[in-house]
C-alpha cells in the first residue's frame, strides 16, 4: 500500500506537470458559449475514444483527441427522466420530485389507463407530471448570466396536453423567426396552443427557445426507421398519438419523419446559433439527442455505413450531428458565421482546433446502455450490467470536453465526476454563481471539467439511486442502494432492471429483471478502482472490507442527512389519459390517426439517396 500510495503521487505529478502547461487560471479565461450535447442510452464502451473496435464516431472521437476524455463520470441516475432532472437542476432526482411511491416495478400495459398509480418511471405523453416549476435549471442560471438559451431535442417532462385552437393564450404566442402559420393534415389549423406543458415547458426554466420532440420516440406509433422506408426494431404504441415536434409550445409537425428529425434539430441548431452571432450574444444551448435509444434510426447519410449493423448506423448519424455542432461552433464568433437557416456541408470529421475559442462543448449521456435490446442495445464495455441498475454500467457513461486553447488536448481525466456537478461547474465557469441558500447536490469542480486538475472536489463519493427510487427503501430512508467512497464502492441492496436483462444464457443474474430486490445481510464492497467491473467482491473476513464498508457508509450517511424528497413522487402514473397526449387537432376524429399537421419550420440539408452497402457492413 505504501509503494503503490507513492506511485499515484507520482504519476499525478507528473500528469499535472505535463497539463498545467498552457493552461490558464480560472480568473484569466474567457467566458465561453457553452454547448451541451446530452446522448441517449450511450453507455460507456460504445465509442470509438472508449475502445469500441467497430462504432464509427470521427466527430466524437475528435473531441476527445482535442479536448479532454474523463473516465470516471457517472449520471445522476440509471434511467432518462430522473437522469435529465439531475442533470439540468444539479440535484439529486428525488428532491425534485423524479421519484415513484410504493411500487418499484414498471407499469403494465393495462395499468396505464384511467387513476392507475403505478411507477412508470419516466415521464410519457399523458401523463401528469414533471419538474417543478420552482427549481432553478441550467437555462435559468444562464439566462440570468445575460445569455441567449435553447434547448433541442429531447426535454426532462412529457406532459403535453393541447387546448383548442381558438384559446385565447394562441393568438399570444409568437413563432420563432423562418417559422410560419399554415394549413396542414387534411386543412386543420396549424396553430395549437400547449395546456399542460406550460406548467413543464423549457420555457418555464429559463429557455428563450425550444425545439424538438420532448419525449423518447418510442412512445409513438413508429413507420420508417431506415433508408429508404425500411421498418423499426419495435413496434411503438401504435395506438398512441405521433411523435410531435414543438418550435417553442406549439406542435409544428406530427407526425414526425424519423429519417430528416436529426437535420431538422441541427437547422434549429444553425438558427439558434446564428441569431446569437448576428446579435452579438453568447450562447447556451442544451442538445438532446434522441440516438441510440429504441427504436434506432438513420437517415440516407449514415444507413448501411457501418459494421456494427443498425445501432452502429444510428451511432453514425449522432456522430454527424456532433460534426455539424462543432463546424458551428468553431465558426460562432466569425465573420463567416453561419446565419439562421444556412446548413453545414456534410463532413467526415470537423477541424475543431480554430476560430471558436469561444465555445466550451460538453457531450455525455443519460445512462447506460439498454442491454434488453442486445446487440441493439448499447455496450457497457467492461462495466457490470447497463440501464436501470446501480451497478457501473448503469451509471458511469462518458464525458467528453473542448474549449479550443483552454482545454489540454487528447488529456485523460481520471477525477471522480458527476451529472451533478454541471450546473456548478458550467456556471462558475461562465463567471456566476449559484446562490447562497439554494441547496445543491453537485458541486463546482471547473479545474477539473477543463483538465487544470485531476482531483475531484468530490473526493471521489457518488450514491447510486435504482431505477424506481422511493423513501422508504435504502440507508436510513434515503433510497441510496450503493455507494462510492473513492476507490472502495458498497451494494447493501441489489435489484435487477429490465432494461439490463437479455435472452443469453451467459447472462449476469444481477443484471436483469430476474433479479429480485434484495436486502444484502452481507453487503456486496468492491475495491472499484482495482475492480470496475465489480467482479470480485472482497472477502468480508478481511481488513480492506471493513474499511471499504465504513467509508461507503460513511458517504451514504452524510447524503441521506441532507435529502429532502419533493413532497410527493411525480414519476407515479395517474390518472392517465389517451386525449391527454399531445396532438395538433384536439378533440377531433378519428383520434389518434387525425393528430395530423405539417407546419413550416426550420427544414432539413437536402435528403442523400441511401447509402451504398459497404464491404464491412452488417444488418443486425
Not at 500500500?1 to 499535472?16: E, F, P, V, Y
Not at 428532491?95 to 387513476?115: F, I, K, L
Not at 426494431?233 to 436529426?262: F, K, R
Not at 442544451?286 to 434510426?297: E, I, K, L, T
Amino acid at each position: 500500500r505504501k509503494w503503490q500510495g507513492l506511485i499515484q503521487r507520482m504519476l499525478r505529478a507528473a500528469w499535472l506537470s505535463g497539463l498545467l502547461c498552457g493552461v490558464l487560471a480560472m480568473e484569466d479565461r474567457p467566458r465561453p458559449s457553452v454547448l451541451l450535447i446530452h446522448a441517449d442510452d450511450l453507455g460507456y464502451g460504445d465509442l470509438g475514444s472508449y475502445g469500441h473496435p467497430t462504432s464509427v464516431t470521427p466527430n466524437i472521437d475528435r473531441l476527445a483527441t482535442d479536448g479532454l476524455r474523463f473516465t470516471q463520470f457517472y449520471s445522476a441516475s440509471p434511467v432518462c427522466s430522473p437522469s435529465r432532472a439531475g442533470l439540468l437542476t444539479g440535484r439529486f432526482p428525488a428532491r425534485v420530485g423524479a421519484y415513484c411511491d410504493n411500487n418499484t416495478d414498471a407499469c403494465a400495459a393495462t395499468e396505464m389507463s384511467g387513476t392507475a398509480h403505478c411507477c412508470v418511471g419516466v415521464w410519457e405523453p399523458g401523463m401528469p407530471g414533471g419538474v417543478p416549476t420552482t427549481q432553478k435549471t441550467l437555462g435559468t442560471f444562464f439566462k440570468q448570466l445575460g445569455y441567449r438559451t435553447g434547448a433541442i431535442g429531447k426535454w426532462v417532462s412529457a406532459v403535453l396536453m393541447v387546448k383548442s385552437s381558438d384559446d385565447p393564450l394562441s393568438a399570444s404566442l409568437s413563432l420563432p423567426p423562418g417559422l410560419t402559420l399554415d394549413v396542414g393534415c387534411g386543412g386543420r389549423t396549424a396553430l395549437q396552443h400547449l395546456g399542460g406543458m406550460e406548467q413543464h415547458a423549457p420555457s418555464q426554466f429559463g429557455f428563450d427557445e425550444y425545439f424538438g420532440c420532448p419525449h423518447g420516440l418510442g412512445a409513438c406509433p413508429l413507420a420508417a426507421c431506415f433508408c429508404p422506408n425500411e421498418g423499426c426494431a419495435i413496434a411503438g404504441h401504435t395506438n398512441w398519438t405521433g411523435c410531435p415536434i414543438y418550435a417553442n409550445e406549439t406542435i409544428v409537425t406530427q407526425p414526425l419523419d424519423m429519417l430528416s428529425v436529426s437535420g431538422r434539430y441541427i437547422s434549429a441548431a444553425a438558427s439558434f446559433i446564428g441569431r446569437a452571432a448576428a446579435n452579438g450574444e453568447q450562447f447556451f444551448l442544451y442538445y438532446a439527442s434522441h440516438h441510440v435509444h429504441s427504436p434506432q434510426f438513420a437517415g440516407g447519410d449514415t444507413t448501411n455505413t457501418t459494421a456494427r449493423g443498425r445501432f452502429g448506423d444510428s451511432l453514425a448519424e449522432l456522430d454527424a450531428s456532433v460534426g455539424h455542432l462543432m463546424a458551428l461552433a468553431a465558426n460562432f464568433g466569425s465573420p463567416t458565421q453561419k446565419m439562421q437557416g444556412e446548413q453545414t456541408p456534410r463532413q467526415e470529421t470537423v477541424d475543431t482546433s480554430g476560430g471558436g475559442a469561444g465555445v466550451l462543448t460538453v457531450l455525455t449521456s443519460d445512462n447506460g446502455p439498454s442491454l434488453r435490446n442486445e446487440v441493439r442495445g448499447g455496450n457497457a464495455g467492461l462495466l457490470r450490467c447497463g440501464k436501470g441498475t446501480t451497478f457501473e454500467g448503469g451509471t458511469r457513461v462518458p464525458l467528453l470536453v473542448h474549449w479550443p486553447g483552454q482545454t489540454p488536448t487528447a488529456a485523460i481525466v481520471r477525477g471522480v465526476m458527476t451529472s451533478l456537478d454541471l450546473l456548478p461547474t458550467l456556471v462558475t465557469i461562465a463567471g456566476g454563481s449559484v446562490p447562497a441558500g439554494w441547496v445543491l447536490d453537485g458541486v463546482p469542480a471547473p479545474d477539473l471539467l477543463l483538465g487544470a486538475s485531476e482531483n475531484s472536489p468530490r473526493n471521489g463519493e457518488v450514491v447510486y439511486f435504482p431505477q424506481f427510487a422511493q423513501q422508504s427503501r435504502g440507508v436510513n430512508g434515503s433510497g441510496i442502494y450503493a455507494a462510492r467512497a473513492g476507490r472502495w464502492k458498497a451494494h447493501w441492496i441489489t435489484q435487477g432492471s429490465l432494461q439490463s436483462g437479455t435472452s443469453s444464457p451467459n447472462a449476469d443474474p444481477l443484471c436483469g429483471p430476474s433479479a429480485a430486490y434484495t436486502v444484502l445481510t452481507t453487503p456486496l464492497v468492491f475495491d472499484i478502482e482495482l475492480d470496475p467491473s465489480e467482479a470480485y467482491p472482497l472477502d468480508p473476513t478481511t481488513g480492506d472490507y471493513a474499511e471499504g464498508l465504513a467509508a461507503a457508509t460513511a458517504v451514504a450517511q452524510r447524503h441521506a442527512a441532507r435529502m429532502e424528497w419533493w413532497e410527493e413522487p411525480l414519476l407515479t402514473a395517474g390518472p392517465w389519459s389517451a386525449r391527454g397526449q399531445p396532438c395538433c387537432n384536439p378533440g377531433c376524429t378519428p383520434f389518434p390517426s387525425c393528430c395530423c399537421c405539417d407546419k413550416d419550420g426550420p427544414d432539413p440539408p437536402p435528403a442523400e439517396p441511401c447509402a451504398p452497402k459497404r464491404q464491412w457492413y452488417r444488418q443486425q
